[in-house]
């Protein structure tokens, strides 16, 4: 194995063993923030669940940012297709209403589809509130 590539396999700026070497952060790569979160391993574990709504608690932008990258091999009920979220924007978490607007979209897919359960995404924003 060459230098440069053991060099690039020791890169990693949080270890005790490079700490002195590279005390800063290792800078982010165009896409890294796609996903890797707990609400994206949540989807991915979840969304092949096809006959149950789906409900992101959040802004639109995670919603819309993750929404079908995994699908379901179901021949049966399309409703995990329907992208459903709270839409939570700055004046709902300034004012509180999230727990309201949750509360809301949940008896609106229940209302609307009458699904066998609900599945409900948190994102950061409502579980730093």
Not at 65 to 91: A, H, P
Request: include cysteine; hydrophobic fraction near 40%.
């Amino acid at each position: 194995m060459k230098q440069k590539d053991i060099a690039a396999l020791l890169d990693e700026p949080a270890c005790a063993h490079n700490k002195k070497a590279k005390s800063g952060c290792a800078k982010p790569k165009p896409g890294a923030t796609a996903g890797g979160c707990a609400f994206d391993g949540a989807q991915i574990a979840l969304l092949p669940v096809a006959d149950v709504a789906h409900i992101v608690h959040g802004s639109i932008a995670c919603a819309g940012s993750s929404w079908d990258n995994r699908g379901t091999r179901s021949s049966g009920s399309r409703l995990f297709r329907i992208g459903m979220t709270t839409d939570l924007t700055e004046q709902d978490v300034i004012m509180g209403r999230g727990e309201k607007r949750l509360f809301h979209s949940i008896k609106q897919a229940i209302d609307s589809y009458s699904p066998p359960a609900v599945f409900v995404y948190n994102t950061c924003v409502p579980a730093l509130i």
